[in-house]
């Protein structure tokens, strides 16, 4: 549930409430799952599915979005050292010809199956449950990675885990500056576009993409 609070003149702030998932007692174990890479124009999206081993310490984990990149880096070790973790993508031709939604979702579920368990209680950041899960219960969350651990988890997880898939391709698509912004759109990667047209790695449908595909014909 989300309240606002206001500050003077600022605009109010959403303030979400902690999810009490621990209180779940009865629909274990309990994943956490949060995809990445949505928006990006290049790269596959990415998804982590998170169960918490409670022995072991969780309370600082929060959405990966308001961490440094050193401080993602190092709880993505803690996490996969100390938790169970699985992770799951969608290709770049999977998101063309699914479109994004339904690929961040089939990623999510991929990510679940790779824990290969038996069932539990998914937490599903954002307000959509993952179709074909079966063997599972649901809860969407929206803005679940500051609401759940275990969401948060996956969260860092996941972006630590396609950030370096991103840096990692950076040499062989050259001139891009993948290994900078990792395929999000900002203002250097959409003039990298302009200047040499898309590389495989750019997702055609998307648009300042897709109105360049003449310009990298040579490059796909």
Same mark, same amino acid.
């Given at each position: ?5 206001? *500050? ?18 009865s ?12 928006g ?14 409670e ?12 961490l ?29 010809? *699914?479109?994004? @939604? ?8 991929r ?11 998914? @937490? ?6 993952i179709?074909? @899960? ?61 200047? *040499? ?17 003449? *310009? ?5």
């Open positions: 549930m989300a309240a606002t609070s206001k *500050l003077g003149s600022k605009k109010p702030k959403t303030i979400y409430e902690k999810y009490p998932w621990q209180n779940l007692t629909q274990r174990p309990i994943i956490g799952v949060d995809e990445v890479g949505r990006c124009l290049a790269g596959p999206v990415y998804a982590a599915a998170v169960v918490l081993n022995q072991r310490p969780w309370q600082h984990y929060t959405d990966s979005k308001l440094s990149e050193a401080r993602r880096e190092e709880y993505a070790v803690q996490i996969l050292a100390d938790h169970r973790v699985g992770i799951g993508f969608a290709t770049v031709e999977e998101i063309s010809q *699914l479109n994004i @939604l339904r690929a961040a979702l089939l990623a999510m579920r990510a679940v199956e790779q824990l290969e368990l038996r069932g539990g209680h998914a @937490l599903v950041d954002g307000n959509q449950a179709p074909g @899960l079966t063997g599972y219960s649901q809860t969407p969350l929206v803005k679940g990675d500051l609401r759940a651990e275990p969401v948060a988890a996956a969260s860092i997880v996941a972006k630590v885990t396609r950030d370096r898939l991103m840096k990692s391709l950076s040499a062989e698509f050259a001139g891009y500056g993948f290994e900078v912004h990792k395929g999000y759109a900002t203002p250097e990667h959409k003039q990298a576009i302009q200047r *040499l047209g898309p590389c495989a790695l750019h997702r055609p449908t998307f648009a300042g993409v897709r109105e360049y595909l003449s *310009l990298g014909a040579a490059r796909l």
